[in-house]
Each structure stands twice: as C-alpha cells, then as structure tokens.
DNA sequence: GGACAGTACATGCGCATGCATTCAATGCAA
DNA sequence: TTGCATTGAATGCATGCGCATGTACTGTCC
C-alpha cells in the first residue's frame, strides 16, 4: 500500500524477476547473434530460417508431400503473419521450400520442402546445435531436472 | 546424400538443449513483445529504451551528475554500439537523456538521465514489472516437465 | 443466386538493428 | 614535433520485423 513514494526500489521478488529476466535477455542475445552470424556466414540462413526448415522437416514429408500451412507455422517460431510470409518467400527464392495452393482451401498455402532444403538444413543443424552448446551449455540457470540423460 | 547416416535424430542430450533453447525463446518473444506493446503504448519506450534507463538511473545521479560512456552501456543491453549511439539519440531527442561529451576523452560521450527521464522510468517500472511477471512469472527454470509436444 | 462478415496470405510502409565506414580524439614512437 | 595505429562514437546502407492494409477465397444468411 506504501507505493507512494519509494519508487526506487522494488521488491525482493522482483528484483528476481528482473534478474531472470536479464538473465534471459543475456542467454537470448548471446544465442541469438551467433547463430544469425555462424548459421549466416556458413549456410546462407538466419536463425527464423533455419528454425523454420526445422519446423517443416519435423511437420512433413520432402517436396510435395502433405505440409504445414502459414498460420500453423507463424506461432510456433514466434514471428509476425507478415514476417513469415516474407521468410517463406526468401526461402522459396533459394530454392529451399515450395509454396502451393491449398487444394481444399485456395485461400491458404502449403509449406513444403525441397531436396535441396532439406540437405541444407541437414549440414546446417551440425553447427547450429554446437552454437547452443556454447551458448546454452551447461548453465541452464536454475535448473530443475536433467531429463535429456536417458 | 545426408539421410544415409542417422542425421535426423539428435542425441539426446541435443534434444535437451534444443528443447532448452526453445522455451527461452518462448519465454523471450512473450516478454519482449508484451514489454514492447505495452511500454510502447503507455510510455512512448521500447524495450530496449526502458532497459536503457534503468541502466542509467542505477549507474548515475540524475541529470549532471556522473554518468555511463556509451560503449560502458553497449554490451549490457545487448546491442551494438551504432543501435545505442541511436537509441540514445532517440532519448535525446524525448528529452530523456542528455549526451554531454566526456572532459577526460573528447572522443567519448557521458550519458545522464534528465529529470524527465527518470520520471518516466519511474513511472513505467510498475507495467514492466507487471509484463514481467505475467510472462515469466514463477517458472523461472528451464523444462521442468512443462514442456509441449507441437 | 447475391451481399456480407470472416479467414489466409501478400504487400506497403515505417522503424530498429547490425555491419561497414567515417570522423574525431588519443597514445605511442621516431 | 610529425606520423601512424587505435579507440569512441556517429552515419550510410541494407535487412528483417510488425502493423495496417489489400486481395482472394470461404461460409452464412437473406
């Protein structure tokens, strides 16, 4: 009830708050900029691409077997209908994906990969998970419980 | 031919650490975007801006007192140093900020928040908090058993 | 059938970012 | 001192993003 004027200080949770937060932020950019950077420089993809053939190798089969639609796959790498749309059509130029028309609804679009997709995010995933390893391992903060040992 | 081999499943400790990666970018988009609405919204700041000064406001008196250089702040807000020469000519120009040139190194650039600035910080705190812990409330660590099958 | 609200994706636009470059000031060496 | 490499910050440029809007299609209600 006291917030009038002691708005200098927060309280001890948070303060934690803010600690993960930062926390977070730090493991974010830290992940972020080196896989823009490695999975850039060496494959020609950013990390939206790269997790976006990730998400299409895990949803379907290779090149015109049954795929993911647009708004099935903008939640899931966490961008904007827009921003997909522009992704896909990048990818779609280097050749990495299909775009068709849905056959059942004209309005929406299957999302397909190529062969050459496929491949690329085949040699691409090697370095990518490295980059999580050095960025990521290890420290995963307040951990609860290793379930990756099995 | 990259299927020959098993190049489709990672070992399981590469799935933890991609499972790992990708709540912390859930956790990230949900947060930043929220942060970036709302402070937006209500405040006229980014995330990066709030971010900014609250960095100033813990590293110096206000307005003309001791201050932050420019490349001091870069790393801790995680942006590069043309993003935050522009940021805080942003702040700047909201009368945030004042940007007055270093007296020991004329190539340098002391950072001081105004009187407004921190004014508005402080009333924007409250919201950020709230963002916060509507978007990272209580998990605070990675996989505990909540995790999603999509 | 025809009009209308709703959905799926594409596109115009403005903004924030990073990289490369530039400009100014500093430090060091000859 | 002059000359040169280095550092701190600002700027040109290209890119990717989100919001708002446009376009095409669907389903419903009359």
């Known amino acids: 009830m006291a917030e009038l004027d002691s708005p200098a200080l927060d309280s001890p949770a948070e303060a934690g708050l803010v600690a993960a937060w930062r926390e977070l932020l730090a493991r974010h950019a830290a992940a972020a900029c080196m896989l823009d950077r490695e ?46 749309s522009r992704l896909m059509a990048r990818l779609e130029k280097g050749g990495l994906v299909t775009r068709a028309m ?19 995010y085949e040699q691409a995933r090697p370095l990518h998970r490295e980059v999580l390893r050095l960025t990521l391992g290890g420290v995963s903060g307040p951990a609860c419980g290793e379930s990756d040992a099995d």
Not at 40 to 68: H, I, Q, T, W
Not at 74 to 84: D, E, F, I, Y
């Open 39 to 84: 999975l850039g420089d060496k494959y020609g993809l950013g990390m939206s691409e790269f997790e976006v053939l990730e998400r299409l190798v895990e949803g379907c089969e290779v090149d015109g077997r049954p795929a993911l639609r647009v708004a099935e796959l903008a939640p899931t790498v966490h961008l904007s209908q827009s921003a997909l």
């Open 102 to 120: 849905c056959e059942s609804d004209r309005r929406g679009v299957m999302l397909a990969l190529t062969e050459a997709g496929r491949e690329r």
